[in-house]
Nanobody
Framework: QVQLVESGGGLVQPGGSLRLSCEAS????????MGWYRQAPGKQRELVAG???????NYADSVKGRFTISRDNARNTVYLQMNSLKPEDTAVYYC??????????WGQGIQVTVSS
């Protein structure tokens, strides 16, 4: 059974930093594309950052230069380092594991609030 567990969210002031972690179990982690998505109230879920199994990354334009996705295949964990946070980054952040043949799974989501 696939399980994705996010951690590291919380409340931070504008300009601050947070590091999200997502630990996966029940999958062959290294062959899955891993992604971080977010959903703000009243908005659709959107891709924030993705990392293929081989480590190729992509980012939403709104977070380029501020967020960094990384993965540790030995620990079955993907990270999202978020710097220079803005109020508009406030959302529930979700971890996603996807494979073209094996399907995809979602974490339960974690709240990130950027506010003074």
């Amino acid at each position: 059974q696939v399980q994705l567990v996010e951690s590291g969210g919380g409340l931070v002031q504008p300009g601050g930093s947070l590091r999200l972690s997502c630990e996966a179990s029940g999958i062959m982690f290294s062959i899955f594309d891993m992604g971080w998505y977010r959903q703000a109230p009243g908005k659709q879920r959107e891709l924030v950052a993705g990392s293929t199994g081989s480590g190729v990354t992509n980012y939403a334009d709104s977070v380029k230069g501020r967020f960094t996705i990384s993965r540790d295949n030995a620990r079955n964990t993907v990270y999202l380092q978020m710097n220079s946070l803005k109020p508009e980054d406030t959302a529930v952040y979700y971890c996603n594991a996807a494979h073209p043949l094996l399907g995809d799974s979602w974490g339960q989501g974690i709240q990130v609030t950027v506010s003074s």
